[in-house]
């Protein structure tokens, strides 16, 4: 499997040191082009290329998306249709400009992606700050790893994430739907910065549900 990163901050060069890690094959682009990522090429190995959006977009089987979401109309939508897309990204008005749509709480930040980009969207890595992403990662069993939420709308999406999830030493925990399951790890929750074991997110999901 074949996965592009459009976003090199911190969350994608995080996940792209992990992908590289155990194995996938990763391109990663940022705003700059690909000129500017060629320290961080040469740090992830032989395993890792820079891209322009567009061609991390058609490069990737999955595809990451962890952009300021303020710039989400940015993205190839042509390219990332029908694709299995996992959104980082979170709104905060601040940065991103008010949504009106969002400021009362109609639809979620990953609907409004998923809608522009046609993809099968899943979010996940959102509510995880990236300190704990690059050091976080931790082998099956072990009594701190942490839980990683997950929402979508398409279950056979959702599957391949939660497989990538666990490849890469974490535990994903089922959220629900890009509705009211996305809402559940947006920012303001419970669990968004919480460092979690799986457990103790699927516990507290189960009792909002309740």
């Not at 090199?8 to 992908?19: C, D, E, N, R, V």
């Amino acid at each position: 499997m074949r996965i592009g990163i459009i976003g090199a901050g911190h969350m994608g060069s995080a996940l792209a040191q992990h992908f590289t890690r155990v194995g996938y094959e990763v391109a990663v682009s940022n705003s700059r082009g690909p000129d500017t990522l060629r320290d961080l090429v040469a740090e992830l190995g032989p395993r890792a290329r820079a891209l322009t959006a567009e061609e991390t977009a058609r490069f990737g089987d999955v595809v990451v998306v962890s952009i300021p979401f303020g710039r989400y109309h940015e993205l190839p939508s042509d390219s990332l249709s029908r694709k299995i897309v996992i959104d980082t990204c979170n709104y905060f008005p601040e940065r991103d400009g008010h949504d009106p749509d969002l400021d009362r709480d109609r639809i979620t930040s990953s609907q409004k992606i998923r809608a522009h980009t046609g993809s099968n969207l899943v979010k996940a890595f959102n509510a995880v700050y990236w300190e704990n992403l690059r050091a976080g990662s931790r082998p099956k069993g072990a009594p701190d790893r942490l839980a990683i939420p997950v929402s979508g709308s398409d279950e056979d999406a959702k599957a391949v994430v939660a497989g990538l999830i666990r490849d890469i030493g974490f535990d994903p925990v089922d959220a629900g739907n890009l509705g009211q399951g996305g809402r559940r790890h947006q920012p303001g929750t419970r669990v968004f910065g919480a460092k979690m074991t799986a457990e103790e997110m699927s516990g507290l999901f189960h009792a909002v549900r309740r």
